[in-house]
């Protein structure tokens, strides 16, 4: 087959390393890729926001697949205008990538079909928003309605940090993303990743994972894109990975199917473990980053043909076999990350790193120049390893990463303490 990645990122990577180990690929391009996916598949300099030009691309190459790494092109329709020329794509239509796009979206298909999640209310002017939120008090979240490159959603602990992030989303912080506010319930709990692929009218679950959103150790600091993850987590027991594919994961399905909108590919949920049981605060419609890249080390089947079972419609035979071991990712950014940071900065030791073993390590935001692989990004390298248990991935993991010499860089030192501390315990 020839196929055909969109996107640049850890998960991009992540996936590239996947999709080239399977033997049903013959041509691999992605567009336009980094430093690290240079090595699993042919990188274009294709604009993925150019969807003509894409198409153009996959006509003159023959590409049967298309994968859409991240949500930006999945939400601006690029799946629809695939499909629309004839050229199977992975991931959800325009309509359906709206549980990504629009919280209100989500929350309204949740009220519809009475999935569980916080109590909200949607609003497009700022002093209705604060009025709201000095009746209801706080702790309560407000989130920018659209895509906000996963920085639009504030945990505000006073009504103060309430009114302050309403006014900062209304005065443009987000741009588009924030012409409406979700103002919502906070749920206490433990926060987990739930991933499913679906194909409009099944849906399979994945491996369970966790990530770490804060970017300081011991979970301070302002929110990330996520600083590491691990898979499986000990947070999912079984009662609670089939309560979250019966109220959550499967009504979703079964609703966007009634709706006469189906969702296929990756669904996402963002789940809070309440002490009333597991309640959606989010859905992502692609996989996590960076639980995408601790998911694709555990998974011992061939990802090609899920994703085409996911296209054709054809889940409901399928099964996906996933590695005991535990994988753990650890995310290094560049300093200042998630604020202001310096790109072109060089890393070494990249090699050497790579030896320790079972280690994978996948680019984020990386370019090469002139042989040297210089930072190119907030997030700029996952270092990955697998292990028996989690402590084991985690040592491996710390272990490639001060191998890695980058002054300007930084991570933090304790992803995976949950489970760590679970293992412990066991003894």
């Known amino acids: 087959m020839h196929i055909l990645l969109?996107?640049?990122?850890?998960?991009?990577?992540?996936?590239?390393?996947?999709?080239?180990?399977?033997?049903?690929?013959?041509?691999f391009w992605c567009a336009p890729g980094n430093a690290g996916i240079a090595r699993e598949a042919e990188c274009v300099a294709l604009d993925i926001a150019d969807h003509a030009a894409v198409i153009d691309f996959c006509k003159t190459n023959k590409v049967e697949l298309v994968v859409v790494g991240p949500e930006t092109p999945l939400a601006a329709g690029i799946v629809d205008d695939l499909a629309a020329a004839g050229i199977k794509a992975f991931g959800p239509s325009k309509i359906p990538a709206q549980l990504e796009s629009s919280k209100g979206f989500t929350k309204a298909l949740c009220t519809e079909f009475g999935i569980p999640t916080g109590a909200y209310k949607r609003?497009?002017?700022?002093?209705?928003?604060?009025?709201?939120?000095?009746?209801?008090?706080?702790?309560?979240?407000v989130k920018a309605d659209g895509l906000a490159a996963g920085k639009g959603v504030v945990v505000a602990k006073t009504v103060?940090?309430?009114e302050d992030a309403i006014a900062m989303m209304f005065e443009g912080a987000f741009g588009e993303a924030g012409t409406e506010v979700v103002i919502e319930e906070f749920l206490p709990g433990r926060e987990i990743s739930f991933f499913a692929l679906c194909d409009g009218e099944t849906a399979i679950p994945l491996a369970s994972a966790q990530d770490h959103k804060r970017v300081f150790d011991h979970d301070v600091g302002p929110n990330t894109g996520g600083m590491g993850a691990y898979s499986p987590t000990p947070l999912v027991t079984p009662a609670i990975h089939d309560a979250i594919m019966a109220k959550i994961i499967l009504p979703t399905v079964s609703g966007m199917k009634q709706r006469g909108t189906p969702f296929r590919g990756i669904l996402y949920a963002g789940i809070m473990l309440t002490t009333q049981g597991p309640k959606l605060f989010e859905f992502n419609v692609r996989f996590g980053d960076p639980e995408c890249q601790v998911l694709m080390l555990r998974m011992m089947s061939d990802i090609v043909p899920a994703f085409l079972a996911s296209c054709d419609g054809q889940l409901k035979n399928f099964d996906l076999r996933w590695h005991p071991d535990s994988a753990l990712t650890v995310v290094m950014a560049a300093k200042g990350y998630p604020g202001d940071y310096q790109k072109g900065t060089r890393i070494d030791g990249l090699d050497d790193a790579a030896k320790v073993d079972t280690v994978e390590i996948f680019h984020a935001g990386t370019v090469e120049k002139d042989g040297a692989i210089l930072?190119?990004?907030?997030?700029?390298?996952?270092?990955?390893?697998?292990?028996?248990?989690?402590?084991?991935?985690?040592?491996?993991?710390?272990?490639?990463?001060?191998?890695?010499?980058?002054?300007?860089?930084?991570?933090?030192?304790?992803?995976g303490w949950q489970a760590v501390e679970a293992e412990k315990a066991k003894g």
Do not use: M
């Not at 930072?375 to 292990?387: D, M």
């Open 160 to 162: 103060r940090e309430a």
């Open 123 to 141: 609003f497009t002017n700022a002093d209705d928003a604060r009025a709201y939120v000095q009746s209801t008090g706080a702790p309560i979240v």
């Open 6 to 27: 969109l996107g640049s990122g850890g998960r991009e990577h992540a996936l590239a390393w996947k999709i080239a180990a399977s033997p049903l690929v013959t041509r």
């Open 375 to 415: 930072a190119n990004g907030g997030r700029v390298l996952n270092v990955c390893a697998l292990g028996k248990t989690v402590t084991e991935a985690q040592a491996r993991a710390y272990q490639a990463v001060d191998r890695i010499s980058w002054p300007e860089g930084f991570c933090r030192r304790d992803i």
